[in-house]
């Protein structure tokens, strides 16, 4: 690889073998080298392909702002994440989290600690997110020496979260909110508690997540289901009462229409839920 730029010390870009920029970390790559001379890539401690033109720009003046030994660990939790959670995360999330664990370095140092007010949430439909979360604090502590509260395992899990939809945190927090009123009206309806830790409730979580998701985003689910809703409505005729209640909340409080489609197949989760409670 040949020197195309050169940031400090510890930070330049390069061209890969397609002629893409990318962002190179090692310590002291940059000391008494110029752009244009070779690197020997066996010394190399971390680089960097982001795909996206603006996440890639935002990045690099992230890498001015933020100390090598953050921006390495950032790079072992998003690996660690990718890994485990087996889901597309947006490249963002390394200057999200970035950002986030350089200034809560700063806010533990001075013993301020910041209480999620979504903690709840993330716990019980992100729990996931959540695990992960915790072994990245154990990271954490390991490369900087810093105990993290417990308070920043929800914090950092909601950047996962925000990372897999890649959206906005504003949209997260609503789509959040969301599945909590949805689970409430289905509690209070069937007047039940169900097992959180159970297979059937993880199923029902994670299809509740995307559906909120399209509520929040106004991206509504094809509909082209009519005979069969009309079946399935008629079998489960108590399903759809709670059904309908959470059609007229979202109608009232987020200006959106459930099409027949997403009414059925929210009825169907729901049914085998109550099944298996």
């Not at 008494?32 to 680089?47: F, P, T, W």
């Not at 986030?100 to 992100?126: C, D, G």
């Not at 106004?218 to 108590?238: A, G, I, M, W």
């Given at each position: ?83 485990q959670l087996n889901k597309k995360i947006s490249d963002g999330i390394y ?40 072994e990245s604090i154990t990271l954490l502590r390991e490369r900087l020496g810093i105990e ?130």
């Open positions: 690889m040949i020197i195309k730029q050169i940031f400090n010390n510890n930070i330049v870009s390069s061209l890969d073998a397609k002629g893409r920029e990318v962002l190179i970390l090692s310590r002291g790559i940059g000391f008494n080298h110029k752009a244009g001379d070779e690197l020997d890539e066996s010394q190399l401690e971390k680089v960097f392909h982001l795909k996206d033109e603006a996440i890639y720009e935002k990045f690099k003046a992230t890498l001015m702002e933020t100390p090598m030994e953050i921006l390495q660990v950032t790079d072992d939790i998003v690996t660690l994440a990718r890994t200057i999200s989290l970035s950002d986030h664990i350089h200034f809560a370095t700063t806010r533990i140092k001075e013993n301020m600690i910041v209480q999620n007010p979504l903690s709840w949430e993330i716990q019980h439909f992100y729990k996931a997110e959540y695990d992960v979360a915790k993290f509260p417990k308070e920043e395992i929800c914090n950092i899990a909601l950047h996962f979260v925000n990372a897999e939809i890649n959206d906005s945190m504003n949209d997260v927090t609503h789509m959040m909110h969301l599945l909590q009123d949805i689970m409430n009206i289905i509690k209070y309806h069937f007047n039940v508690e169900f097992d959180e830790e159970g297979v059937e409730y993880f199923r029902f979580i994670t299809h509740l997540k995307y559906f909120c998701q399209r509520v929040i985003t106004h991206t509504s689910y094809n509909d082209t289901e009519e005979y069969l809703y009309q079946v399935v409505r008629k079998n489960y005729p108590e399903t759809f009462v709670c059904i309908d209640k959470i059609e007229r909340f979202i109608r009232k409080n987020y200006d959106y229409s459930m099409t027949h489609s997403e009414q059925m197949y929210l009825a169907l989760h729901l049914e085998r839920l109550m099944r298996r409670k």
